[in-house]
């Protein structure tokens, strides 16, 4: 869904770089949910924040990942010293509020590959 | 621990035939039940959601679920598969405080991916 954008589309990185994922939810909404979708796999959550607070991080490895969602503009996924495993799309979603978990729509993602 | 299955990887069928995609879940309460399309390169879509109420949910672009207590069993259908529809079909449960989650962290199955054939 165009509401939920996500750049960039592709990104490549050699192992040890950084890679920062951004994440622009649709208007009005200050919910943001990172999934992470490896190859033959479904989709695994990651973390969910709203506006400038972390809410679940259950699904974030402990090390080389950190989300933020700042009072303005975009989410980011910050991948520190990338590894060949991390590549990955990563998507995000992004909702109202947050009534019983549905989840409309996921960004279009950005595929991320670790050379 | 939450956990769903979809036992098909691949599905082939003819445009026009009926179409039912499975999906099992592992759950202690009554789960919230998604099924999700997701194109190729794109992002993923919310066909239908099932919360409560009745077992028989309708989603978008012609899609039915019914969710089957007994059978732990959320499955897809479709009376009549358009060319369009062939994408990969993701079945999702939503995961509660209960299991230490948050509501927006769904749990999902690795996909059944859908061709269909003229």
């Known amino acids: 869904n165009a509401g939920v954008m996500q750049n960039p589309r592709h990104l490549v990185r050699r192992r040890g770089q950084e890679a920062r994922l951004r994440c622009s939810p649709m208007?009005?909404?200050?919910?943001v949910y990172w999934y992470r979708q490896l190859p033959e796999e479904g989709l695994k959550f990651m973390v969910y924040?709203?506006?400038?607070?972390?809410?679940?991080e259950s699904g974030m490895p402990k090390e080389r990942f950190s989300a933020e969602f700042p009072k303005e503009g975009p989410s980011i996924l910050r991948i520190q010293q990338v590894v060949r495993g991390d590549s990955a799309a990563y998507f995000c979603?992004?909702?109202?509020?947050?009534?019983?978990?549905?989840?409309?729509?996921f960004g279009q993602g950005t595929r991320l590959t670790v050379v | 621990a939450q956990s769903v299955t979809q036992p098909d990887i691949h599905i082939t069928v003819s445009e026009g035939a009926s179409l039912e995609l499975r999906c099992n879940y592992s759950y202690g309460a009554t789960p919230y039940l998604f099924w999700y399309v997701q194109s190729p390169g794109q992002g993923l879509q919310l066909l239908l959601k099932?919360?409560?109420?009745?077992?028989l949910v309708q989603g978008i672009k012609g899609f039915e679920a019914e969710f089957k207590r007994s059978q732990s069993s959320f499955n897809l259908r479709k009376p009549s598969v358009h060319w369009s529809d062939a994408a990969e079909y993701f079945c999702?449960?939503?995961?509660?405080?209960?299991?230490?989650?948050?509501?927006?962290?769904?749990?999902f199955g690795k996909g059944t991916k859908l061709s269909v054939k003229p």
């Open positions: 099932y919360f409560s109420g009745d077992t």
């Open positions: 999702a449960v939503g995961a509660t405080m209960n299991y230490g989650g948050s509501q927006g962290n769904l749990i």
């Open positions: 924040l709203q506006k400038e607070n972390i809410i679940d």
């Open positions: 208007k009005g909404h200050s919910h």
């Open positions: 979603a992004s909702t109202q509020k947050v009534a019983q978990g549905d989840i409309g729509f």
